[in-house]
């Protein structure tokens, strides 16, 4: 008992038992190991290996008390499967000395618990040897059937530290599984445990009371049938909730239920805990009587969720979701329905309550679960050539339509600022879907929505739904990329908690990834997927889709990080984003020229300002039929242009602006979707290393192999649209345009124009025209784009 334990070997141990679910060769790999270890039969002689071996598995077991004993259960199954057919059984011999050694040295424990010193340590022992017996009796009820005698007197176990009520729970979980098996127990054994759960249903708290009721189900719903026993005990506390409720009809301000807020919350919970593992409507409890007890249960309990302290909703709630267990059909009831959806879709509603609903759908659901597989055990051992699937059409059928009663509100309880309510979401989507409760399609952009997530454990169980989802209809994800996009979106807008923060479609880690990565990962393998997944984003771009900015930031910011293997992906994105700047660019020039032009014949100014009308005109856009015809001139001049001509340009634009900014305004929103545009292309040329020419030459049509090339990453290049993020925080879209602004917005106005001017290279020319044109667009590229020139441009690095 004193041998110290080896802390590297347990935590090497854990280590490698998580990975029980991991691929084939992983998984023969860790049952090969851990059968040696732990499940290969020990000489009957070797005290010291037994309880080395002992001390090995209740440390591992200790070590896994937070992230849960799901590998235990799925190594032991694995193994007792393996030789379910075999004549030799060392796997069942090994766990048949295992649980006898186990309860020996709980025995021992228990007699050193006396010596102080080592009170906390053997008290933590006993703890976990008890959890590893009940992780055996869940496998193998059987290996604890001659035992159950010696472990019902730790239900009287003096409850003060956290380890007592552990020990307490967990003997009650045993002898639930265990008592139903064994052979003629005796009278006194079996009134001895009953009388030990009811004075614990009594005495303790939530987590004891829940155990501690479901033992007592198994016990009298499957041996002893002792049900006016269960049924003094409901009295007791539905009479007593009764009571409460009359006495809060009359006076609502009465003191009394403050006083007894403790013993409405007990009542509350342990109703429903027994409503769960009790039906009393049979004739068993109620006798003759004609009263319906589940919608009296009912009744009373929805009348404590309208309470106005929270603590009571939440109890009676929780009372509710026990009793929907025994029975669903409940949840059909109009009252229900209204109760649960207004609770989930209410921003205003509180957490706690929201968590609540969603936990009791869980429960329900993973309840259901364990029945089905139950019900498919129970009838392969009666009769295997019967059809388990009619079987079970009855049960799924009800929760299949439970489920989509409160989908919808389920899934929007993922747009929530606080994690636990997403979580909770998450399980119950996870379960709806693993069961087939619901077709899949409509929970795609939700789960592609929650792989953004900031906890990691969330997003790799939104993902591997995807994957699942994917297995199993090909399709699915690609049909609704473009709506999980936009819907991840709106997620992080729900969790960002500093609203003056424009929302960012990367992760900000050293690596930078964007947050829909796992999504283009599983479309990026199919070619005509994947481009038509691109155009749509880069469609969303155009100025006739009206996006709102923050979303086109998200989404170019997921276009620059996502994780690209060939040089075809961003050459593609490249060549469409073009195509936009080309319709896209011209039209918002026109708007803004169609505003001015207007604004101008509106106000007609005197002849001696001809002049300076007919140049304000040039520089809005409304070029004559002469100055189109000579574009190289103009390049030149631009090219060569002088500060004090730029500036001679603004001053005329600004002098025919209308006098309502609404135009102006509309230009700065409408410019942020080819401004991101145009620095996107320039991220990834200079993060490809691509020149101009790969960028001109490349064709979409081109045969795949032709840019199936890996791309040769530059590192520390960063996507940074400062003009975009200014402009979002600046947030111009409401604020008053000063003078400044106007200039800056005129500004970029000519920027633009010069851009379009440039934005094929005319390849007639001469090489030192075209020179000029490139560097003209490159000009007003890198004053577009706030400074930082355009890398790249004239280096054939790729070439």
Request: with cysteine; net charge negative.
């Amino acid at each position: 008992i004193e041998q110290p334990t080896f802390p590297k070997i347990t935590e090497m141990c854990v280590k490698m038992i998580r990975r029980v679910n991991d691929e084939e060769g992983i998984k023969k790999l860790v049952n090969e190991t851990f059968q040696k270890l732990w499940f290969t039969p020990t000489p009957h002689h070797d005290k010291e290996a037994m309880t080395r071996k002992i001390l090995n598995i209740t440390d591992v077991v200790a070590a896994c008390r937070d992230t849960g004993y799901d590998w235990f259960e799925q190594l032991l199954q694995n193994l007792l499967k393996s030789e379910e057919d075999a004549s030799y059984k060392p796997v069942k011999k090994a766990c048949t000395q295992l649980v006898d050694n186990l309860v020996e040295h709980i025995l021992k424990y228990e007699e050193s618990l006396s010596d102080s010193d080592n009170k906390g340590v053997n008290s933590g022992r006993l703890v976990a040897c008890i959890t590893t017996l009940f992780l055996f009796s869940k496998i193998r009820p059987q290996l604890m059937v001659k035992h159950a005698m010696t472990m019902q007197p730790y239900l009287t176990t003096k409850c003060s530290t956290q380890n007592d009520f552990m020990v307490i729970c967990n003997v009650a979980k045993i002898l639930e599984l265990v008592v139903p098996l064994m052979e003629h127990p005796s009278e006194t054994f079996l009134a001895t445990i009953e009388e030990d759960l009811m004075k614990l249903i009594i005495k303790y708290g939530m987590t004891v009371v829940q155990h501690c009721v479901s033992c007592l189900g198994a016990v009298v719903n499957k041996v002893t049938q002792n049900y006016k026993f269960v049924w003094a005990c409901f009295n007791r506390y539905y009479g007593a909730l009764s009571k409460l409720k009359n006495q809060h009809q009359e006076d609502p301000n009465s003191t009394i239920l403050t006083a007894n807020k403790p013993a409405l919350l007990r009542s509350l919970f342990t109703v429903g805990a027994l409503c769960r593992h009790f039906d009393f409507d049979q004739e068993d409890f109620k006798g003759n009587s004609k009263v319906n007890i589940k919608d009296k249960v009912l009744e009373l309990l929805m009348y404590f969720t309208k309470h106005s302290d929270e603590e009571v909703q939440t109890k009676a709630i929780i009372g509710l979701g026990f009793a929907f267990i025994q029975h669903p059909s409940l949840m059909f009831e109009q009252e229900v329905k209204t109760l649960y959806n207004s609770i989930l879709s209410d921003k205003n509603c509180s957490v706690n309550l929201k968590i609540q609903v969603l936990k009791n759908l869980q429960t329900y659901l993973q309840e259901e679960d364990t029945r089905m597989q139950q019900a498919d055990r129970d009838w392969k051992k009666v009769a295997k050539q019967e059809d388990l699937k009619e079987m079970g059409d009855i049960s799924s059928g009800m929760s299949s339509s439970i489920m989509q009663l409160y989908l919808k509100q389920v899934l929007e309880a993922f747009f929530h600022t606080q994690s636990s309510v997403r979580h909770f979401a998450l399980n119950v989507i996870a379960l709806t879907l693993n069961q087939g409760l619901i077709h899949p399609v409509q929970c795609v952009p939700y789960l592609i929505a929650m792989g953004t997530d900031p906890e990691p454990s969330m997003r790799n169980k939104a993902d591997q739904q995807l994957v699942e989802i994917d297995k199993k209809y090909a399709g699915f994800i690609h049909m609704k990329a473009v709506a999980g996009m936009k819907m991840s979106y709106q997620v992080q807008q729900a969790i960002n908690t500093c609203p003056q923060d424009p929302v960012r479609g990367f992760r900000h880690d050293e690596s930078s990834n964007a947050l829909c990565s796992h999504l283009y990962s599983m479309i990026r393998g199919n070619r005509q997927h994947r481009r038509a997944f691109l155009i749509s984003l880069l469609n969303l771009f155009d100025d006739t889709a009206k996006t709102e900015v923050n979303m086109l930031l998200y989404i170019a910011d997921n276009l620059a990080c996502f994780p690209y293997q060939t040089q075809e992906e961003p050459l593609f994105i490249m060549h469409h984003i073009d195509i936009t700047l080309s319709v896209s660019g011209s039209n918002l020039l026109q708007s803004f020229k169609e505003s001015m032009v207007k604004d101008k014949k509106k106000e007609r100014k005197p002849s001696s300002d001809e002049e300076t009308e007919s140049d304000s005109n040039s520089g809005s856009g409304s070029e004559s039929e002469e100055e189109a015809s000579k574009p190289r001139r103009l390049r030149k001049r631009v090219d060569s242009d002088s500060d004090s001509d730029e500036e001679n340009d603004i001053n005329a634009v600004m002098k025919c602006l209308p006098e309502n900014s609404a135009p102006l305004i509309e230009f700065a929103n409408v410019s942020q979707g080819i401004l991101l545009l145009l620095m996107l292309k320039q991220h990834l040329k200079n993060l490809c290393g691509f020149s101009d020419s790969k960028i001109q030459k490349y064709s979409p049509s081109e045969s795949a192999k032709v840019y199936d090339k890996a791309i040769n990453r530059k590192t520390g290049v960063h996507f940074h649209p400062k003009q975009t993020l200014d402009f979002l925080r600046s947030d111009m879209a409401n604020s008053r345009i000063t003078e400044e602004v106007k200039r800056s917005i005129v500004k970029q106005y000519l920027d633009f124009k010069l851009l379009m001017e440039h934005l094929d290279p005319d390849e007639e020319e001469e090489d030192g025209e075209v020179s000029a044109s490139t560097n003209a667009r490159n000009k007003a590229i890198t004053s577009l784009l706030g400074g930082g020139s355009p890398k790249n441009n004239s280096a054939e690095t790729e070439d």
